[in-house]
């Protein structure tokens, strides 16, 4: 069964594992999730994540962040949807939650968040927000 969004799935999976107080969420894995847990790990929303290659089918494991038992992601919502892509030139990037919060851009640079694609000058489609 192929999955028509599989961000959406992917961000589903860490918000129910999230609300079960689960330390590690798995999913299939692709190279763009893999990107969007780069990002995560790099502004501290997730411990860590690694790939495990099963019997061909590579999964995502990704550790997930909890302070004094709330969890570090309070929202992860997607943004652009496979019905309705929503793209943003640098200058046009949204803030979230006043700087507060990160959104992840897939660029022609790269997947990164809103702050170093307004410092590069990018802009590109706005996949998700977290805060």
Do not use: W
């Amino acid at each position: 069964m192929s999955l028509s969004d599989p961000i959406g799935d992917m961000i589903a999976r860490i918000k129910n594992a999230q609300m079960r107080n689960n330390k590690i969420v798995e999913l299939p894995s692709s190279n763009f999730k893999v990107k969007i847990s780069e990002v995560l790990k790099s502004e501290g929303y997730i411990v860590d994540y690694k790939i495990n290659n099963v019997e061909k089918k590579p999964t995502l494991s990704i550790n997930l962040k909890y302070h004094s038992g709330s969890p570090v992601i309070s929202t992860i919502e997607r943004v652009s949807k496979p019905g309705r892509r929503i793209f943003s030139s640098a200058e046009s990037l949204p803030k979230i939650n006043n700087g507060l919060g990160i959104a992840i851009i897939s660029t022609p640079k790269g997947v990164m968040t809103d702050i170093d694609a307004r410092k590069q000058k990018v802009g590109g489609e706005i996949i998700c927000k977290v805060f």
